[in-house]
């Protein structure tokens, strides 16, 4: 049985103000929760709605942990494509988190198998994530994090081969292609179901494709997306081209454009 709240909302603004209200709500009730983060298009316009709630709302990260999905394998923290460098633009400098207790793979380790180890280890040792932000891969390969196609839904932080669909879509931030890295260190498909609430947020039409086999399609390790059908807290934020082919439209929640109504 698909487990999956899904949620439909006018556009991807409104998308983003739901999703911050509910990191919103989970930090106001418990101001030392743990937090799943993610990189990509879609989550900087959730993370603008958490600064201004940070700035103009007095929202504080001072007892928050963080930890994020993935990283590139090669890449230093000070390099301008790695996933440290975009958290620390998008979200992190802006807020008042402790650097302590933000936690991003290493993509450069003198042993990469022990320390995937030591991640899901500090994962562990802080009692498990609340609440995981997660976007989706395109058409070919609706992957979550970096578990690409073909992933176990057993694995756990691991280092992985980038599907050559997720280095195509990624050398638009690279000077050329060939300096796109082709591995990656990500949490695994278990890690990740492991966490108490998941948020998966999808936007735009070319997402589209993505949504109808992560939501409405079969669980498959060819769509590392759909095992959150199975998640028992997974809410599914969709604007409303990226539910424009869903087939069982009917059965979601609508979200209006100011986020106090819900129609169904």
């Known amino acids: 049985m698909n487990q999956m709240k899904v949620r439909i909302c006018q556009d991807a603004a409104t998308v983003a103000r739901v999703g911050a209200s509910m990191i919103v709500e989970l930090v106001r009730e418990n101001p030392a929760a743990v937090l799943g983060l993610a990189t990509g298009s879609t989550p900087p316009a959730l993370y603008q709605e958490l600064i201004r709630r940070h700035k103009e ?7 928050v942990t963080t930890f994020n999905l993935d990283e590139y394998v090669g890449l230093w923290p000070t390099h301008k494509q790695s996933y440290h460098f ?8 802006h807020i008042n988190i402790d650097p302590r207790r933000v936690f991003i793979p290493a993509g450069i380790a003198p042993d990469m198998g022990e320390y995937c180890e030591w991640y899901e280890n500090a994962i562990r040792s802080l009692g498990g994530i ?24 057993t694995s756990r932080t691991h280092v992985v081969n980038l599907h050559p669909a997720t280095i195509k879509a990624n050398a638009r931030f690279f000077p050329s292609a060939v300096e796109v890295p082709r591995q990656a260190i990500t949490m695994g498909v278990q890690t990740i179901m492991e966490v108490r609430q998941c948020l998966l947020l999808i936007t735009g039409s070319h997402k589209a494709v993505s949504a109808v086999k992560a939501i409405e399609g079969p669980i498959t390790v060819d769509v590392t997306a759909s095992v959150l059908q199975n998640h028992p807290n997974t809410v599914v934020l969709l604007d409303e081209p990226a539910a424009s082919k869903l087939k069982r439209i009917g059965q979601y929640e609508l979200i209006a454009a100011d986020e106090t109504t819900v129609m169904v």
Request: hydrophobic share 45%; glycine share 10%.
């Open 57 to 63: 709302e007095g929202l504080s990260f001072s007892q």
């Open 86 to 93: 975009f958290m620390w633009e998008n979200l992190f400098r």
């Open 130 to 153: 609340d609440l995981q932000v997660l976007g989706i891969g395109p058409a070919d390969d609706p992957h979550i994090a970096f578990n690409c196609a073909g992933t176990s839904l």
